[in-house]
């Protein structure tokens, strides 16, 4: 606790009197360019990775980057991805999976979540991966193993999300673009499936011009 306490001073003291402006014109509402939805590991930092300010994201953070089909969970994600849709009006959605995933590790090894039973309920929502995995994959080791079902993953939620009226919607009027990244965590580097070519490309290779025209769909790697 020491550490977050003179981190808030130091924030009070530095931070937020040179960005003053700022946090008063946040303070009067909010205009985030996307959503992004990612794990929850106190790894990721989606502002720090995309270099972004306060304001700039509107960000839903789970076990795995998880979103549950429309309907099959109570949690607060349908709830968070309609405010963003359909109050806040984002034009772009990414699910980011990262590599070294515990939860993907705990979908590859139930036994492993004996002692955490709500764990488990909630992998059960990316099942899909899990018998993807299975079904599809097979000699290969661990690292590569999960580094799959990080991608299996991140392309099973995005179909999830398709399921939801307010991006439904949006996606049938041509309003709203989605993208599934990969970090890996150890380069720092961002992949991402580029559907017309069927391959895994580092996102900062992408001709901006390309990556404008191809951004309805992305699915990220982390090899």
């Known amino acids: 606790m020491l550490k977050l306490i003179k981190g808030l001073h130091h924030f009070q003291s530095e931070i937020f009197l040179s960005q003053k402006e700022l946090f008063e014109r946040l303070a009067m509402g909010q205009n985030p360019d996307a959503l992004f939805i990612t794990c929850a590991d106190s790894r990721i930092n989606p502002n720090l990775i ?6 700039d994201l509107f960000i839903l953070r789970n076990a795995g980057n998880i979103i549950p089909p ?4 109570n949690g607060g994600e349908g709830a968070t991805i309609e405010f963003a849709v359909a109050a806040l009006g984002v034009k772009d959605i990414i699910v980011c999976g990262h590599s070294h995933c515990g939860a993907m590790k705990g979908l590859l090894n ?3 979540l004996k002692e955490m039973p709500s764990v488990a309920a909630w ?12 079904e599809n994959y097979k000699g290969l080791d661990e690292e590569q193993l999960l580094n799959v079902t990080t991608q299996e993953n991140v392309l099973a939620q995005l179909e999830n999300l398709r399921t939801h009226p307010a991006v439904a919607a949006r996606l049938a009027g041509g309003h709203l673009n989605l993208h599934a990244w990969n970090y890996k965590i150890e380069t720092g580097e961002v992949f ?7 391959q895994f ?5 992408l001709p901006v011009a390309n990556e404008r025209r191809r951004s309805r769909l992305s699915v990220a790697s982390s090899i």
């Open 192 to 198: 991402s499936y580029q559907h017309e070519e069927g």
């Open 50 to 55: 995309t270099q972004t300010n306060p304001g």
């Open 201 to 205: 490309l580092r996102l900062t290779e």
């Open 70 to 73: 429309y309907g099959a969970a």
């Open 110 to 112: 139930p036994d492993a």
């Open 123 to 134: 992998l059960g929502h990316a099942e899909a991966t899990r018998r993807t995995v299975h």
